[in-house]
Every structure is written in structure tokens, then in C-alpha cells.
């Protein structure tokens, strides 16, 4: 397992928190640790999944990951 913490744009309410724990949590191999307004910290199994694929999905749900990314 690999732990990162991305930060993230456009999040300013428990909604936010919520629709972005979500959208993680259901990729396989993603184990959310923590969401505040601004970032998500998890752990994730890179031969189940990938960074790139965490951006997605976050994008996906209307949320924004900022640069620089901590690959």
C-alpha cells in the first residue's frame, strides 16, 4: 500500500467531504483515511489502481486535484 494526500479544489462543504470519500472509496484497492475540505489522504494498492486513476474519479465528481500532485 502507498499513502498520498492530494489536494483538491472546489470543496467547501461536508457535501464535498462526502461526494469525494465516495468516489475513492469505490476504487478497488482505495483505502480512505481521511477527508477534509482541500485534501484527501488514503492508501491505495498501486497493482489495483493509480494515481491517475484517483484524479478521475475525483474529477468525476465535480472536484479538482491541484498541482503539484505529491506522486
Known amino acids: 500500500m502507498r499513502q498520498i494526500t492530494l489536494r483538491i479544489g472546489g470543496m ?3 457535501h464535498c467531504q462526502q461526494a469525494v470519500r465516495g468516489a ?4 478497488p484497492g ?3 483515511d481521511a477527508v477534509a475540505i ?3 489522504t ?3 494498492d498501486p497493482a489495483k489502481t493509480s494515481v491517475d486513476r484517483l484524479v478521475a474519479a475525483i474529477d468525476e465528481v465535480g ?5 503539484p500532485v505529491p506522486w
Open 24 to 27: 475513492l472509496a469505490d476504487i
Open 63 to 67: 472536484y479538482e486535484v491541484l498541482e
Open 12 to 14: 467547501s462543504c461536508h
Open 30 to 32: 482505495v483505502q480512505v
Open 42 to 44: 488514503l492508501s491505495f
Open 38 to 40: 482541500g485534501s484527501a
